[in-house]
Nanobody, 122 residues
Framework: QLQASGGGLVQAGGSLRLSCAAS????????VGWFRQAPGKEREFVAA????????NYAVSVKGRFTISTDNARNTVYLQMNSLKPEDTAVYYC?????????????????WGQGTEVTVSS
């Protein structure tokens, strides 16, 4: 089970940190990805990381602004979002891929958490 949290309302240029807490199983061999879906748009890839942290993948639109990381002790993956823009407004979802590939393809992910809403005002 995955639990996403940390969303909220922030002004453009601000920061938020999203958390994805895993429970019920060991995710040590998994990869975790973040995806987002804005109103009226399709779900899109944001970032992904292997649980060891050895593989990282970012969407071009967030590279340099967002950082994904793992806390193995807390079984949690974080998405630090800096320099937020209004176009980052979306519901953000975390997902786990049992093959540990950290790909940008949503169909590769087996477990999904509920979304957490991020709103960036201009």
């Amino acid at each position: 089970q995955l639990q996403a949290s940390g969303g909220g309302l922030v002004q453009a240029g601000g920061s938020l940190r999203l958390s994805c807490a895993a429970s019920g199983r060991t995710f040590s061999s998994y990869a975790v990805g973040w995806f987002r879906q804005a109103p009226g748009k399709e779900r899109e890839f944001v970032a992904a990381i292997s649980w060891s942290g050895g593989t990282l993948n970012y969407a071009v639109s967030v590279k340099g602004r967002f950082t994904i990381s793992t806390d193995n002790a807390r079984n949690t993956v974080y998405l630090q979002m800096n320099s937020l823009k209004p176009e980052d407004t979306a519901v953000y979802y975390c997902a786990a891929d049992q093959w540990g590939l950290a790909t940008p393809t949503s169909r590769e992910y087996d477990y999904w958490g509920q979304g957490t809403e991020v709103t960036v005002s201009s």
